[in-house]
């Protein structure tokens, strides 16, 4: 059993932080066009943490582009496999998008397919949220 307490805690939001720098990285790496050498770097970061499906989608991206098509649908299989299996869940709209972009010979779905930009900017509300007795 995993230990449980504030150390474990920063520990695993330590860990999170890790992954996602290093998948922003991942992602720039892609942009420019140096998939090859990554892949080695994300099958290792994929290994460590099989359930990450962005980890997955730019592993796949990497081998689609290093011409290595056939181990890209077979990682996509793998996650596919162990969503189903361990969480009961199926892949994320963007992992499926890159796994069909894959499947058509696609080279143009960026790295960040599907994503939404992250932003710490707060949506402006219109004047007209919670008015509703000044709306009658």
Same mark, same amino acid.
């Given at each position: 059993?995993?230990?449980?307490?504030?150390?474990?805690?920063?520990?695993?939001?330590?860990?999170?932080?890790?992954?996602? $720098?290093?998948?922003? &990285?991942?992602? @720039?790496? %892609? /942009?420019?066009?140096?998939? =090859?050498?990554?892949? #080695? *770097? +994300?099958?290792?970061?994929?290994?460590?943490?099989?359930?990450?499906?962005?980890?997955?989608?730019?592993?796949?991206?990497?081998?689609?582009?290093?011409?290595?098509?056939?181990?890209?649908? $077979?990682?996509?299989? &793998?996650?596919? @496999?162990? %969503? /189903?299996?361990?969480?009961? =869940?199926?892949?994320? #709209? *963007? +992992?499926?998008?890159?796994?069909?972009?894959?499947?058509?010979?696609?080279?143009?779905?960026?790295?960040?397919?599907?994503?939404?930009?992250?932003?710490?900017?707060?949506?402006?509300?219109?004047?007209?949220?919670? &008015?509703?007795?000044?709306?009658?």
């Amino acid at each position: 059993m995993a230990p449980v307490g504030p150390l474990a805690a920063a520990a695993a939001a330590f860990e999170d932080l890790r992954v996602t $720098a290093k998948a922003d &990285r991942a992602e @720039a790496e %892609l /942009a420019l066009g140096r998939a =090859a050498e990554l892949v #080695p *770097e +994300l099958e290792a970061l994929a290994g460590e943490h099989p359930l990450h499906e962005r980890v997955a989608g730019q592993l796949i991206q990497a081998l689609w582009a290093a011409g290595r098509q056939a181990d890209a649908l $077979a990682v996509y299989e &793998r996650v596919r @496999a162990r %969503l /189903a299996d361990e969480l009961g =869940a199926t892949p994320s #709209p *963007e +992992l499926a998008q890159i796994h069909l972009a894959v499947l058509q010979g696609d080279q143009t779905v960026p790295a960040r397919a599907g994503r939404k930009a992250r932003s710490n900017v707060a949506v402006r509300l219109t004047s007209f949220v919670g &008015r509703d007795r000044e709306l009658e």
